[in-house]
């Protein structure tokens, strides 16, 4: 019971409610209890008076709880060698949030995560041979940002398939502290390795001395380079006898750890052995709703797989899931990094369909589509409400005459599953005149497909088919200045005031003849 904390006029009172008994979905009873004062007088043969006076019972309804999110960091810092990071987020019950990120090398383990209530965001980080770097994602509403640390000489860790053994037990009897350690570097990956270096960092206060040690790439002091050059596959080991260290302070021996590393194209260390790109099979897969593509590749070493745009998932192992919904058809690049040889990733094109073809149509009286399905095991066809006529194998007619525009659903529900599957058709009561333009525009990829929004002007790449020297891009309802490159390729420059506020701006191309193409989307992320 709670007492009303101002009284507005006879028939309205305002009282607050604590907000711990509207944080669950349901509904309350409300009531309005009117404690007068009695008076104090008993009338001889009359019933005593009521001082307790009740309304009616009204039910409050608590359709939404109160939606409040934090994240449990909103940044971190991880080394360049890579891995998984775990994000946690707290929410009331019910409250539903989503996670994706805004770059190709730090994502979102299942693309694009969505959940409600408190929950875990794990994130998979890739390996960085090159400067330091960082990249940001949106979580529940908040940008979480990750800081990576620059990677050593342009070489890449490889130390989880390989085994160091050795330590330092030798103390050289000298004025000073002498300390010499010997090392087995040993190849557990089942292939070739060339270029590789033991990395030994040491702690503050000691130095090295000797030859083959390489450190013009390194920060000065505590970090050496020793080479250790090819290992065959399958144990194929090399002794090192790490050069003489000496602590003028220090009698005990060194604080020290150690790595693998083997040099990249390109990278102060050298060449390594790899193939000249990366292979991706298949090379091309076409989906819809829902169904999946397993790609492989050519090589065993460790592999990051990537999505561009980011629309359908792709797992750590190479399967990729479609969307659960397609409005138009779309083009998927799949990339495969290899960790020992990033500069040359393969790719493959995935194309992805409505499951019901066309998805909208528009059509007259005495007019028939054709509708066809891509879903595995056949459909059975019906329309909603029952104008026209449509056939077992997808056929649709138009009645004979149309008084008023309407809509016709058209469903197509598999016979394997249940699953149900639509299109809309427009029947209109005018008379609709056939097109006669030429070949349809149509685009299929932009770069980039992700900006931040306050940004400075930017160049879009937009591929497709059917550009000529008079096709416009649209970003948004806005014409841009555009730039034929050929048939299939335009660019655009962007404008900073159109991408000053977050959000999602439709991209399509006015071409010949008046035909405008499909649409993709640029997300305008918030700044940092």
């Given at each position: 019971?709670?007492?009303?904390?101002?009284?507005?006029?006879?028939?309205?009172?305002?009282?607050?409610?604590?907000?711990?008994?509207?944080?669950?979905?349901?509904?309350?009873?409300?009531?309005?209890?009117?404690?007068?004062?009695?008076?104090?007088?008993?009338?001889?043969?009359?019933?005593?008076?009521?001082?307790?006076?009740?309304?009616?019972?009204?039910?409050?309804?608590?359709?939404?709880?109160?939606?409040?999110?934090?994240?449990?960091?909103?940044?971190?810092?991880?080394?360049?060698?890579?891995?998984?990071?775990?994000?946690?987020?707290?929410?009331?019950?019910?409250?539903?949030?989503?996670?994706?990120?805004?770059?190709?090398?730090?994502?979102?383990?299942?693309?694009?995560?969505?959940?409600?209530?408190?929950?875990?965001?794990?994130?998979?980080?890739?390996?960085?041979?090159?400067?330091?770097?960082?990249?940001?994602?949106?979580?529940?509403?908040?940008?979480?940002?990750?800081?990576?640390?620059?990677g050593v000489c342009g070489a890449i860790d490889i130390s989880s398939e390989?085994?160091?053994q050795g330590s330092f037990p030798n103390l050289v009897p000298f004025t000073?502290?002498?300390?010499?350690?010997?090392?087995?570097?040993?190849?557990?990956?089942?292939?070739?390795?060339?270029?590789?270096?033991?990395?030994?960092?040491?702690?503050?206060?000691?130095?090295?001395?000797?030859?083959?040690?390489?450190?013009?790439?390194?920060?000065?002091?505590?970090?050496?380079?020793?080479?250790?050059?090819?290992?065959?596959?399958?144990?194929?080991?090399?002794?090192?006898?790490?050069?003489?260290?000496?602590?003028?302070?220090?009698?005990?021996?060194?604080?020290?750890?150690?790595?693998?590393?083997?040099?990249?194209?390109?990278?102060?260390?050298?060449?390594?052995?790899?193939?000249?790109?990366?292979?991706?099979?298949?090379?091309?897969?076409?989906?819809?709703?829902?169904?999946?593509?397993?790609?492989?590749?050519?090589?065993?070493?460790?592999?990051?797989?990537?999505?561009?745009?980011?629309?359908?998932?792709?797992?750590?192992?190479?399967?990729?899931?479609?969307?659960?919904f397609i409005a138009d058809n779309q083009s998927i690049t799949i990339t495969?990094?290899?960790?020992?040889?990033?500069?040359?990733?393969?790719?493959?094109?995935?194309?992805?369909?409505?499951?019901?073809?066309?998805?909208?149509?528009?059509?007259?009286?005495?007019?028939?589509?054709?509708?066809?399905?891509?879903?595995?095991?056949?459909?059975?066809?019906?329309?909603?409400?029952?104008?026209?006529?449509?056939?077992?194998?997808?056929?649709?007619?138009?009645?004979?005459?149309?008084?008023?525009?309407?809509?016709?659903?058209?469903?197509?529900?598999?016979?394997?599953?249940?699953?149900?599957?639509?299109?809309?058709?427009?029947?209109?009561?005018?008379?609709?005149?056939?097109?006669?333009?030429?070949?349809?525009?149509?685009?299929?990829?932009?770069?980039?497909?992700?900006?931040?929004?306050?940004?400075?002007?930017?160049?879009?790449?937009?591929?497709?088919?059917?550009?000529?020297?008079?096709?416009?891009?649209?970003?948004?309802?806005?014409?841009?200045?555009?730039?034929?490159?050929?048939?299939?390729?335009?660019?655009?420059?962007?404008?900073?005031?159109?991408?000053?506020?977050?959000?999602?701006?439709?991209?399509?191309?006015?071409?010949?003849?008046?035909?405008?193409?499909?649409?993709?989307?640029?997300?305008?992320?918030?700044?940092?």
């Amino acid at each position: 019971m709670y007492l009303a904390q101002q009284v507005l006029d006879p028939s309205t009172i305002a009282v607050t409610v604590p907000s711990n008994l509207i944080s669950t979905m349901g509904t309350a009873d409300v009531q309005v209890i009117n404690n007068l004062l009695c008076p104090n007088v008993i009338g001889v043969g009359l019933p005593p008076p009521q001082c307790d006076i009740r309304s009616n019972v009204v039910p409050f309804t608590i359709t939404q709880p109160l939606c409040s999110f934090s994240l449990g960091t909103s940044g971190a810092r991880v080394s360049d060698v890579g891995g998984t990071y775990s994000l946690t987020v707290s929410a009331p019950a019910g409250c539903s949030w989503t996670a994706v990120s805004a770059n190709s090398w730090f994502r979102v383990v299942s693309g694009i995560q969505t959940a409600s209530g408190n929950g875990t965001v794990s994130f998979v980080i890739n390996a960085n041979s090159g400067a330091a770097r960082s990249g940001f994602a949106f979580v529940a509403g908040k940008t979480f940002t990750l800081s990576q640390d620059a990677g050593v000489c342009g070489a890449i860790d490889i130390s989880s398939e390989m085994t160091v053994q050795g330590s330092f037990p030798n103390l050289v009897p000298f004025t000073q502290y002498f300390y010499s350690g010997y090392f087995n570097v040993i190849n557990r990956s089942g292939q070739l390795l060339r270029n590789l270096y033991l990395f030994v960092h040491l702690g503050s206060g000691y130095s090295v001395y000797g030859d083959q040690l390489v450190t013009t790439c390194l920060s000065p002091g505590g970090d050496y380079l020793i080479p250790v050059g090819a290992l065959q596959a399958n144990g194929q080991y090399s002794s090192l006898a790490l050069p003489i260290i000496i602590a003028t302070s220090f009698p005990e021996v060194p604080f020290y750890s150690t790595r693998v590393l083997e040099g990249l194209p390109g990278g102060i260390l050298g060449q390594p052995t790899q193939p000249t790109s990366t292979g991706v099979s298949p090379s091309s897969a076409s989906l819809t709703v829902g169904q999946q593509q397993q790609f492989t590749t050519n090589t065993n070493n460790p592999l990051t797989w990537s999505i561009d745009p980011l629309i359908g998932w792709i797992s750590s192992a190479g399967l990729y899931t479609a969307p659960s919904f397609i409005a138009d058809n779309q083009s998927i690049t799949i990339t495969a990094t290899d960790s020992r040889n990033p500069t040359a990733p393969g790719t493959a094109q995935v194309t992805l369909n409505p499951p019901v073809v066309p998805a909208t149509v528009t059509l007259s009286a005495n007019t028939q589509q054709q509708f066809t399905s891509l879903i595995s095991g056949g459909v059975s066809w019906t329309i909603t409400p029952n104008v026209g006529s449509m056939s077992a194998s997808g056929m649709y007619s138009a009645p004979s005459s149309i008084a008023a525009d309407q809509t016709v659903l058209v469903t197509a529900t598999s016979v394997v599953d249940n699953s149900q599957y639509t299109a809309v058709i427009t029947l209109s009561s005018a008379t609709v005149v056939p097109s006669v333009s030429g070949p349809s525009t149509t685009i299929n990829g932009l770069i980039p497909f992700s900006v931040t929004s306050g940004g400075s002007d930017f160049i879009l790449t937009i591929t497709g088919t059917e550009f000529d020297s008079t096709s416009v891009v649209l970003f948004g309802n806005s014409a841009v200045s555009t730039s034929f490159i050929n048939s299939t390729q335009l660019t655009a420059t962007i404008p900073a005031s159109l991408i000053a506020i977050p959000g999602t701006m439709t991209v399509s191309v006015d071409g010949s003849n008046g035909n405008v193409s499909n649409s993709l989307a640029v997300s305008v992320v918030p700044g940092p």
